[in-house]
C-alpha cells in the first residue's frame, strides 16, 4: 500500500510530526539517514506508519504525486537533503521544509526547484515538541496550488483555537511562511525579554520570593495576560533543582543562547527600515548577557513600594509592553509584504498563531479583530483596543520604567516599548535638529514643515 505523506528527519521533532500525521488517520512513511531515529519510529510501526531504511524505499512507498515533509537543521543539511531529494523526483511532486530556514535559503530553494517542476513550501512549526505531537502552529508559504493539495493534512494536525478553527493557512507565495515565522520568533525573542524584565522588577524593587512570583505569573495567566509564556513562567519560577538545595532558575546561568531567528528578523527590519525596538532590544540583551563584566553592584532598591500597587502596575507594563512586541512584528509583516510583493492576511497569521505556538496569548483574538476592521491597518496602536491600552496603561509602564532605574535594573525591552509609545504618538520629535545637523555637515537637504519643497541653507553665511 503507498503513503499518502512522508516524513524526512526523525529527531523529537520529525517523529512527533509523524505520528500527529499517523494519529489524524493518514498514512504515513518515515525517514532518516539517521539509522537509529528510523528504529526509534519503528516501534511505532502499523498499516498507517511505515518506516523506511533508504532514499528509494522512502520515495517508493509515497503515492504520486509525492508529498513530503522535510523535519531536519536549517542550513547546509536542507541543501543537501533537497539535491538528494531532485534526483530522486517528479514534477508535481510537493516538498515542505518545516524546519527554522532563513528565508533568503527559502526564496533560493523555491526558485531552484521550480525550475525542476517540483513545489517547494516553506512552512514555520511552531509550538515545540509537544505541539508536534499534539497540534502545532503551521505557517506555509509555496504554490498555493500545492498547498491546496496539502491542506486536509495540515488542517487536521495542526492546533485547533477556541473556536475551533486549525491553526494554519496559506501565507502566501514564495518564502512568505517562513518570513512569517522568523518574524513570530522575534516577537517570541521580544515578549521573552519583556517577562525577564518583569521578574528583576519583582525579585528586587519588590523583593518577591520565587514561589510569590510563580504565584503572580500564575494569576496573571487566568486573566487578560493569559499565554503560554505567562503560564510557562510560572512553572519554571517554582521548579525545585534536582541536584541541590532550592530552585532551578537561581542555578541557571544567565547568558542567553539562541539559534539566530530573532537575529534575522533584525537583520531583515534594518534593510526595511522597520523600528522594531524591542524586538531589537531583545536580541542585543541575549548578546549582552554574554558580553557583561560579571562585576560591579548589584541592582539594589532602596525606596518603599505597596506591594499590590507594584504588581497591578508590572502586569499592565508587561500587557502594553507585549502589545508594542505584536505591534512591531505585524509592522515589519506589512513592510515586507509591500516590499517583497507578497499579498498577506493578518486576520489569519494572527487566528494561526491563536492555539499551539509558543506567542499564542489571548492577545492575539483582538489582534485578529482590529485587522478584520481594518486590513490596512498601518500601526496596531491604531486601532481603537491597543489605543485605548497605550492610554490606560502607559501611567503604569512609565512607573515600572522609573522604578527599575531607581534600582539599576537594565529594562531594554521595557524601556524600548516606553519610548515606542512615546513616539509614535509624539507630534513633536527632535529629528527636525537631526535634519539641520545633516544639511549643515552634508548638504543632505530637509523637508519643511509649514511649505512643500526640497530645502538646503547656506549654512555657513554669516546671517
Ligand atoms: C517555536 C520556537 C522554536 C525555537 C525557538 C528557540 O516556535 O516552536 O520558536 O522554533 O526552538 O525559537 O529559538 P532560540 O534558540 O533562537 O531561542
Avoid at 89 to 94: H, N, R
Avoid at 144 to 157: C, F, G
Avoid at 300 to 305: N, P, S
Wanted: proline fraction near 4%; charge should be negative; aromatic fraction near 10%.
Amino acid at each position: 500500500m503507498m503513503q499518502q505523506f512522508g516524513v524526512i528527519g526523525l529527531s523529537v521533532m520529525g517523529k512527533n510530526l509523524a505520528l500527529n500525521i499517523r494519529n489524524h488517520g493518514f498514512s504515513v512513511a518515515g525517514f532518516s539517514i539517521d539509522k537509529p531515529e528510523v528504529d526509534a519510529l519503528a516501534k511505532y510501526e502499523d498499516d498507517k506508519l511505515k518506516p523506511t531504511y533508504s532514499w528509494e524505499e522512502f520515495i517508493n512507498s509515497l503515492e504520486k504525486p509525492r508529498k513530503m515533509l522535510i523535519m531536519i537543521r536549517a542550513g547546509k543539511p536542507v541543501d543537501m537533503t533537497l539535491e538528494k531529494l531532485t534526483e530522486l523526483l517528479e514534477p508535481g511532486d510537493i516538498v515542505i521544509d518545516g524546519g527554522n530556514s532563513n528565508f533568503n535559503d527559502t526564496n533560493r530553494r523555491f526558485k531552484k526547484l521550480e525550475e525542476k517542476g517540483i513545489h517547494f513550501i516553506g512552512m514555520g512549526v511552531s509550538g515545540g515538541e509537544e505541539g508536534a505531537l499534539n497540534g502545532p502552529a503551521l505557517m506555509p508559504g509555496g504554490d498555493k496550488e500545492a498547498y491546496d493539495k496539502v491542506s486536509p493534512i495540515l488542517e487536521s494536525i495542526a492546533a485547533k483555537t477556541e473556536e475551533g478553527v486549525p491553526c494554519v493557512a496559506y501565507i502566501g507565495p514564495e518564502a512568505s511562511g517562513h518570513y512569517v515565522k522568523m518574524v513570530h520568533n522575534g516577537m517570541e525573542y521580544g515578549i521573552m525579554q519583556i517577562i525577564c524584565e518583569v521578574y528583576d522588577v519583582l525579585r528586587t524593587v519588590g523583593n518577591c520570593t520565587n514561589e510569590q512570583m510563580s504565584e503572580f505569573f500564575e494569576k496573571w495567566d487566568e486573566g487578560q495576560l493569559h499565554s503560554y509564556l505567562t503560564e510557562i513562567t510560572s512553572k519554571v519560577l517554582k521548579q525545585r533543582d534536582d541536584l541541590a538545595d532550592g530552585y532551578i532558575v537561581d542555578k541557571i546561568l544567565n547568558v542567553a543562547s539562541y539559534k539566530g531567528t530573532g537575529n534575522w528578523m533584525l537583520e531583515d527590519a534594518i534593510k526595511l527600515g522597520c523600528p522594531i525596538t524591542v524586538i531589537a532590544e531583545a536580541v542585543l540583551a541575549r548578546f549582552a548577557s554574554k558580553a557583561t563584566l560579571r562585576d560591579g553592584c548589584m541592582p539594589e532598591f532602596k525606596g518603599k513600594v505597596d506591594l499590590n500597587q507594584l504588581i497591578t502596575k508590572l502586569a499592565n507594563a508587561y500587557y502594553l509592553a507585549s502589545a508594542v512586541s505584536y505591534a512591531q512584528g505585524f509592522q515589519q509583516l506589512s513592510m515586507a509584504a509591500k516590499e517583497y510583493g507578497w499579498n498577506l492576511h493578518y486576520p489569519a497569521i494572527a487566528q494561526t498563531w491563536e492555539a499551539g505556538c509558543i506567542i499564542r496569548s489571548s492577545m492575539l483574538k483582538d489582534i485578529e479583530n482590529a485587522f478584520n476592521q481594518d486590513a490596512d491597518l498601518p500601526n496596531l496602536f491604531k486601532d481603537k483596543y491597543f489605543n485605548d491600552i497605550a492610554n490606560k496603561y502607559t501611567t503604569d509602564l512609565e512607573e515600572i520604567v522609573k522604578l527599575a532605574v531607581e534600582a539599576g535594573i537594565p529594562i531594554p525591552t521595557l524601556g524600548a516599548a516606553y519610548s515606542y509609545l512615546k513616539t509614535i504618538f509624539n507630534p513633536k520629535l527632535p529629528q527636525n535638529l537631526l535634519q539641520g545637523q545633516r544639511d549643515y555637515f552634508g548638504a543632505h537637504t530637509y523637508y519643511r514643515n509649514d511649505r512643500d519643497g526640497v530645502y538646503h541653507m547656506e549654512w555657513y553665511t554669516e546671517k
